[in-house]
T-cell receptor
């Protein structure tokens, strides 16, 4: 039973389109995250939610909008996609005030 | 904010050799230092972590050392096996807030 699941796994789209990536965790964790991994494998935090409340918002363009309908779900919507948005996006979760992050398998976004 | 540097970017060893990956961090208030392993096509997975009140931690073939004064920490893998081949990331955070990752080390273990 997958702990942190993301859909879709692969996403190929044209510049200017809008797309969403969904994430669900069944670990009962309070905190969820979105990380971006670029082609050089750099992993950078984008957002963090704790019990549906945004607690970390890095310097991410406002074309990226996370939404957490409940503490088990954290979705990422991206408007007006640009070439530089091509990357692997990882969802992760962790218990409150605990270190270990549990990552999903990633969603590879390719913008043409 | 925190900045984590990681070296080397690639590391090739023969099976059975030891591998060492080093990281330095900038924020003296950081107190949690995990290491993650990322296999091809997968998300990173925690393999070991250390807190700032401990200088060394070991788990079977892997160990992590921390030098708070110098602000650096290292991952040591002994008796490497081909299945250890992966990308390894160090990270640092202050009280579990915002984990900042290093740039990654691609480890290749040749049989």
């Amino acid at each position: 039973d997958t702990a942190v699941s993301q859909t879709p796994k692969y996403l190929v789209t044209q510049m200017g389109n809008d797309k969403s990536i969904k994430c669900e965790q069944n670990l009962g964790h309070d905190t969820m995250y979105w990380y971006k991994q670029d082609s050089k494998k750099f992993l950078k935090i984008m957002f963090s939610y704790n019990n549906k409340e945004l607690i970390i918002n890095e310097t991410v363009p406002n074309r990226f909008s996370p939404k957490s309908p409940d503490k088990a779900h954290l979705n990422l919507h991206i408007n007006s996609l640009e070439l530089g948005d091509s990357a692997v996006y990882f969802c992760a979760s962790s218990p409150l005030r605990a270190g270990e992050l549990f990552f999903g398998e990633g969603s590879r976004l390719t913008v043409l | 904010g925190e900045n984590v540097e990681q070296h080397p970017s690639t590391l090739s060893v023969q099976e059975g050799d030891s591998a060492v990956i080093k990281c330095t961090y900038s924020d003296s208030a950081s107190n949690y230092f995990p290491w993650y392993k990322q296999e091809l096509g997968k998300g990173p997975q925690l393999i070991i972590d250390i807190r700032s009140n401990v200088g060394e931690k070991k788990d079977q073939r892997i160990a992590v050392t921390l030098n708070k004064t110098a602000k650096h920490f290292s991952l040591h893998i002994t008796e490497t096996q081909p299945e250890d081949s992966a990308v390894y990331f160090c990270a640092a955070s202050r009280s579990f807030q915002k984990l900042v990752f290093g740039t990654g080390t691609r480890l290749l273990v040749s049989p």
